[in-house]
């Protein structure tokens, strides 16, 4: 579908795959996500990251397993971003300065 926008080679990145995307949406209408309203999140393949005005936060929140994100780390994910919450007990986030 990205094809004709983006050309066949940008079209082809795993970043853009539909996939990496659906696991957020899915978060973002669950009571999870109840307490996140009027934020703008972006979706970078497997990175998390908070915007803040008009530029990106420091911290991006990596999916745990290297390649997308998935629903069942978001809560604690989007917490640690907009501060929150601590980490807890399931241990470090991975995170990318």
């Given amino acids: 579908m990205s094809a004709s926008f983006f050309g066949e080679e940008r079209a082809a990145d795993p970043e853009l795959d539909p996939a990496c995307i659906s696991a957020v949406v899915a ?38 397993n290297g390649e997308r994100l998935e629903f069942d780390e978001l809560h604690q994910a989007a917490r640690w971003l907009w501060g929150t919450a601590p980490r807890g007990l399931a241990g470090p986030l991975p995170v990318r300065p």
């Fill in 27 to 64: 978060w973002l209408q669950s009571p999870q996500a109840s307490w996140l309203t009027g934020q703008i999140l972006r979706i970078d393949g497997r990175r998390l990251i908070r915007i803040e005005g008009f530029t990106e936060a420091p911290h991006h929140y990596v999916a745990r």
